[in-house]
């Protein structure tokens, strides 16, 4: 989502704090990231430390993988 700033004839330093568009973006902004924060999915199987390491010497093996 890109902010309304962008390309705006009415740029200037510190207008974040005073342009109504800026202001109604951001409210919806934090609103979708509140929504998406409250459905994420949950990983239910953590990986051990062991299998941690098993993954990253695969990644770094040499060759066909």
Not at 49 to 62: A, F, I, L, P, T
């Given at each position: 989502m890109t902010a309304p700033c962008y390309g705006c004839a009415y740029r200037q330093a510190g207008c974040h704090s005073v342009c109504e568009r800026y202001i109604s973006w951001k409210k919806e902004l934090e609103a979708e990231k509140a929504y998406s924060k409250q459905f994420a999915p949950i990983d239910a199987m953590n990986l051990t430390?062991?299998?941690?390491?098993?993954?990253?010497?695969?990644?770094?093996?040499?060759g066909n993988q």
């Open positions: 430390h062991e299998q941690e390491k098993k993954n990253r010497q695969k990644r770094y093996k040499g």
